[in-house]
């Protein structure tokens, strides 16, 4: 190994260290290439932790039974819902504080932080009463079968009723992405994590006093791991130990920054209703299969959302940098950024894809036992990575429109992408020319390959360095 070799090892091995700890927080001039890692390192850590929930859950899930498995697959469906809400405000959020903080306007983003915050915490409250009190109807609109709404009902009323937990922790760890403190992000999720793996087991199997909940177990454990964590969210923000600091002065209600950030968030929820009501048709047609058929495509979706989250953390890096470098005024500084993101990302879906393709039978055994569970899992994952590589770019390119607050873009190219061409072309396939779930496998990767060219096109013609918020 030759000196230069080293000392770019020893370089890059800093670089990470400083990544983690969050020391750097300027991105708005130096180099590209530093910043974008800079960025995504803990970024991608915090998306991986998130798909770890998942897997853990259907790891310990999965030896309960088949209709525990099914019973989150249904579950998730609908709180896509809360994500879509969540995540919406949280394009906001990172939007508009990435902005203050790159124009110097410090006191803009802790005001932003606090009406986030608001906003999250009046959605929550009103999803908490649906969730706690029609859960089984909830489940029985899915298409659940009785038995499974017996065994499950008390998962969904739980994670439904605790989706506060879900709500804040995406909301706040947004605002600390937007601000460039995406490490304290990053550990907060490793927080609620490690939580949920040591509760997981306890909760779903018992312990000493502790009775055995089943798949009721798991959602006590996720709830608790990341009520846990959204404590600790609160603390660095009302001690001031990142870049956004709340004081009690500012806990009110500001209708022109609410409203601004309303504006902003409509069209990222918009486009995430679209996005995930279209996944809840999808699992609804994937229930006419069967609970073995539906219990491979929830588990082949839960390892891929694996591989998705960090791909996800470094398009959240490009959304950050757009935002920041917008507001510094340097709109070609921000272009930049994206394609390179958006290659770094190419590079490394590709090669997951790989993965999937020649694993993907092997992969599925690790999560059960049952031979058509395996088999329509392993198919709904070689199918799906074989548009990888476009999911890579048209991700990046998505959240960097977002992060210049131009969410009515992506809207509208989920629109077209989703229900018009997604629903009606997996419904056809499925059961006009009875392909199967294979139709509908297949009719995600092609909608997701659409949604990657209209992206680049769209975001090449430039008019998102326009947008104001």
Request: aromatic share 12%.
């Amino acid at each position: 190994m030759t000196s230069s070799t080293k000392l770019s090892i020893k370089k890059l091995f800093h670089y990470f260290k400083v990544a983690l700890s969050g020391e750097e927080q300027e991105f708005t001039s130096g180099s590209i290439r530093k910043a974008i890692f800079m960025l995504s390192i803990p970024m991608v850590l915090e998306m991986m932790m998130e798909s770890i929930f998942a897997l853990v859950d259907i790891i310990f899930v999965s030896r309960v039974s088949v209709n525990a498995v099914a019973t989150i697959g249904l579950t998730e469906s609908v709180i896509t819902l809360v994500y879509a809400v969540a995540i919406g405000l949280s394009m906001a959020a990172t939007a508009v504080v990435a902005r203050r903080i790159g124009e110097k306007d410090h006191k803009g983003a802790n005001e932003s932080a606090v009406q986030v915050i608001i906003l999250g915490i009046t959605v929550a409250i009103f999803i908490s009463i649906i969730g706690i009190l029609f859960p089984k109807e909830i489940l029985s609109l899915m298409g659940a079968e009785a038995d499974l709404i017996e065994e499950g009902y008390g998962y969904t009323q739980i994670l439904l009723g605790g989706n506060i937990t879900i709500m804040l922790l995406f909301l706040i760890n947004a605002i600390f992405r937007g601000a460039g403190n995406a490490s304290i992000a990053m550990w907060t999720l490793v927080l609620s994590n490690g939580l949920n793996i040591i509760l997981d087991p306890i909760f779903i199997f018992g312990l000493g006093p502790i009775p055995a909940y089943g798949v009721k177990g798991a959602a006590i454990a996720t709830t608790i791991g990341r009520g846990t964590a959204v404590i600790w969210q609160l603390l660095v923000l009302f001690n001031g130990w990142g870049i956004i600091k709340i004081t009690m002065k500012i806990v009110a209600i500001k209708a022109s920054v609410m409203f601004n950030l309303i504006k902003v968030s409509l069209g990222g929820i918009g486009q995430f209703l679209i996005g995930t009501s279209s996944w809840v048709f999808l699992v609804r047609i994937m229930s006419e299969f069967g609970s073995e058929v539906l219990a491979g495509y929830t588990i082949a979706i839960r390892v891929m959302m694996f591989t998705l989250m960090p791909s996800w953390g470094m398009s959240n890096a490009a959304a950050t940098l757009v935002g920041q470098n917008l507001g510094a005024n340097k709109p070609d500084r921000a272009e930049q950024s994206v394609w390179k993101t958006g290659k770094y990302n190419a590079w490394f879906m590709g090669m997951v894809s790989l993965g999937y393709i020649f694993f993907a039978t092997h992969i599925l055994g690790w999560f059960s036992e049952e031979t058509d569970v395996i088999k329509y899992g392993a198919l709904c994952l070689q199918v799906i990575a074989a548009g990888y590589i476009f999911y890579a770019y048209g991700m990046v390119v998505i959240q960097s429109f977002n992060g210049a607050g131009d969410t009515k873009t992506p809207t509208y190219i989920n629109f077209v992408c989703f229900w018009l061409f997604q629903l009606p072309f997996a419904y056809a396939m499925a059961f006009v020319f009875n392909v199967g779930p294979i139709g509908v496998f297949l009719a995600i990767t092609l909608a997701e390959m659409l949604i990657a060219i209209i992206a680049i096109v769209l975001f090449k013609k430039g008019k998102w360095k326009e947008v104001k918020v």
